[in-house]
């Protein structure tokens, strides 16, 4: 059996949980469900970092011993993920005793390997991120270049390890296992390596709150440094240094991180792995942070988002889908209430639940809740190898850890069913005692409805649930190897009423502080919009193949653009003024190709031409030159 093992970082205890923590988890708690569903032997860790002189400070200011104060930051995690059903296999904390011994160990052998030595440190240390810093990395000679905050300049005894010793080999495997995703973040990795590694300070004698190094070493006043400690749970937690026998899940598959975590991931870890002659991860996957209308976040401008909060009132599943579609991996997002709930009421209740009701209703009123997927090849053929181009693609993207377009894509079949239903008009078909026709399309939109069910299972369990439910099939390894690897249909469904899985959301459900609400509406006012906003329309170049007026309309004009798709579209536009059906016969436009479908004057309009207009009129934009039809218009 195929194995996986997947790691959230273990979240520092220094504050409660925010957006930033249940986004990594729900991001690794997708991806170990998807696993699993497969067939896969999964592992999956999360926990918590307790140790540290910023630790050490925030219980002393609360009048806490630091295990006190670690013991209830940690349980707000774990009671938060275990309210969100998060599927963790392992929660580690760094203060449990099998870690300890497994970090001791590790440091024993790296220090018999003749990698950990002796000396004295002197340098600039922020407390904050627990890191050292030489004076040329901060800024302006003072402040931290990750935080910003002031740094203290540190004077003690250490242990180094020979981080120095490590940098031509990690060069090499950047290089020939390319680990880092997105690729985007893996060259500020390498630059820092080319720039010349310093061997790490990976002990302190000013604080206590720590693991204290091996009886071996003999030198009890050193506790170990937050990184080497931190770092090495993803092995304790299968038993390194004691009993290993879950040491079969190492390497790691995926390492979730922040960006602002990747370099201590992505050069230290595998570094002390090389030091302990341990297998590489295969991925360190950092993903950006969560603003709030276009700032940081942080509990002094009152801005922070709690997860939880958020789940109860818009529904945990709703969340879990708007974080991982929202924003591509990688890039920062902006939260706002108003983009959550676009997202529930256009692509859960409009796209996902209308569709479900669309079926259960036709096949409650044509054929008794009972349909046949006989027919679904002859009728629809041309959108059943669509779909089954687009199933197939799907899981590269989970593998490069881009939900944002696995969901994308998925949300295209979707699209295919709700098109098909509008363009065969089963109700129509009906009329014209074509019972075969009608029951086609209403099983092919049943079937897609269960291909998206399973596939969406990893991130809206519950609901998908509700689908499985109504379409009477189950959602498991086989139903996953049978439709989606195999890409079967279901045969004979017995339909089942169920309730709407989506309610349409008019207004924000949390209420915002008065600035926080100024500031989205300013963002609206200015209408600025993000590279990233931008890339999220698609402009396609066009060739007009036919245009007609629509009657009793004196502005419209319905036409068909060839897009370089299987079959053209259909775009009604606001251009009878300006233009004859004749003239716009072969000429070329510029499409907006992913505009939600919508009806005008009953008729589909399946995108949006460009075009200008001053005093002198309006002009459709047009390539100086012929393009091919499809042409993305970058």
Request: charged letters at 30%; one cysteine or more; aromatic letters at 12%.
């Amino acid at each position: 059996m195929k194995k996986m093992y997947i790691t959230t970082p273990i979240y520092y205890v220094n504050d409660v949980p925010h957006i930033g923590h249940a986004y990594t988890t729900i991001i690794a708690d997708s991806t170990a469900r998807y696993f699993r569903l497969k067939g896969y032997d999964t592992f999956f860790l999360t926990g918590t970092d307790e140790h540290g002189q910023k630790i050490e400070q925030s219980a002393k200011a609360k009048g806490k011993s630091p295990k006190e104060y670690v013991d209830e930051i940690s349980a707000k995690f774990k009671n938060l993920w275990d309210e969100f059903e998060i599927s963790y296999d392992k929660f580690i904390r760094t203060t449990d005793e099998k870690h300890k011994i497994g970090v001791q160990r590790a440091f024993e052998k790296m220090y018999q390997k003749g990698d950990i030595y002796k000396g004295t440190y002197e340098g600039h240390y922020c407390i904050s991120c627990e890191a050292f810093f030489t004076k040329t990395q901060l800024i302006d000679g003072e402040f931290c270049p990750d935080c910003g905050k002031a740094t203290t300049i540190v004077k003690e005894e250490s242990y180094f390890f020979k981080l120095s010793k490590y940098q031509d080999r990690l060069l090499e495997w950047y290089q020939t296992a390319d680990p880092i995703l997105p690729k985007s973040k893996k060259s500020e990795v390498v630059r820092f390596v080319e720039s010349g590694l310093n061997d790490l300070s990976i002990t302190r004698t000013s604080f206590d709150w720590g693991i204290k190094l091996p009886k071996s070493i003999n030198d009890p006043k050193h506790v170990m440094y937050v990184w080497l400690d931190a770092l090495l749970n993803y092995i304790t937690a299968l038993g390194y240094g004691e009993d290993e026998k879950l040491m079969y899940y190492w390497p790691a598959d995926y390492h979730l991180v922040g960006k602002d975590i990747l370099r201590f991931h992505a050069i230290y870890w595998p570094a002390f792995l090389m030091s302990l002659d341990l297998e590489l991860p295969k991925h360190i996957a950092a993903h950006g942070w969560w603003t709030r209308n276009g700032e940081k976040m942080s509990k002094s401008k009152g801005n922070v988002v709690n997860p939880k909060e958020v789940a109860d009132a818009y529904g945990l599943e709703n969340f879990r889908y708007f974080l991982l579609r929202e924003v591509p991996f990688g890039q920062d997002g902006d939260f706002s209430q108003r983009a959550l709930i676009n997202r529930i009421n256009s692509d859960l209740n409009n796209d996902l639940g209308n569709l479900l009701n669309r079926v259960i209703g036709m096949s409650e009123k044509y054929f008794n809740f009972t349909i046949d997927s006989k027919d679904v090849k002859k009728y629809h053929q041309d959108e059943l190898k669509e779909v089954n181009i687009i199933v197939s693609s799907l899981e590269k993207y989970i593998k490069k850890m881009q939900w944002h377009r696995f969901l994308e894509e998925l949300w295209k079949i979707l699209s295919i069913a709700n098109k098909s239903i509008d363009r065969y008009a089963p109700w129509a078909k009906m009329k014209e005692n074509k019972e075969d026709e009608a029951m086609a399309t209403i099983a092919l939109s049943a079937n897609i409805l269960a291909k998206t069910a399973i596939l969406l299972h990893p991130v809206m369990p519950k609901t998908t649930q509700k689908i499985a439910n109504a379409l009477n099939f189950t959602i498991d390894k086989n139903s996953f190897e049978k439709f989606i690897e195999n890409l079967e249909l279901l045969e004979k469904i017995e339909i089942k009423k169920v309730p709407p899985l989506f309610t349409k959301i008019e207004n924000p459900l949390l209420k915002e502080k008065k600035e926080n609400l100024k500031k989205e509406e300013k963002k609206k006012v200015d209408g600025i919009i993000t590279i990233d906003d931008f890339f999220k329309v698609s402009l396609k170049v066009g060739t007009v193949i036919d245009a007609k007026e629509i009657p009793k309309s004196k502005k419209l004009l319905k036409l068909k653009v060839d897009l370089g798709e299987d079959r053209p579209r259909d775009i009604v536009a606001g251009i009878k003024e300006y233009y004859k059906p004749k003239e716009l016969l072969q000429k070329q436009v510029c499409v907006v190709a992913n505009l939600k479908p919508a009806k005008l004057m009953g008729n589909l309009s399946e995108g949006m031409l460009l075009a200008a207009k001053d005093e002198d009129g309006l002009t459709l934009i047009t390539p100086m030159k012929p393009k091919k039809p499809g042409t993305p218009i970058r």
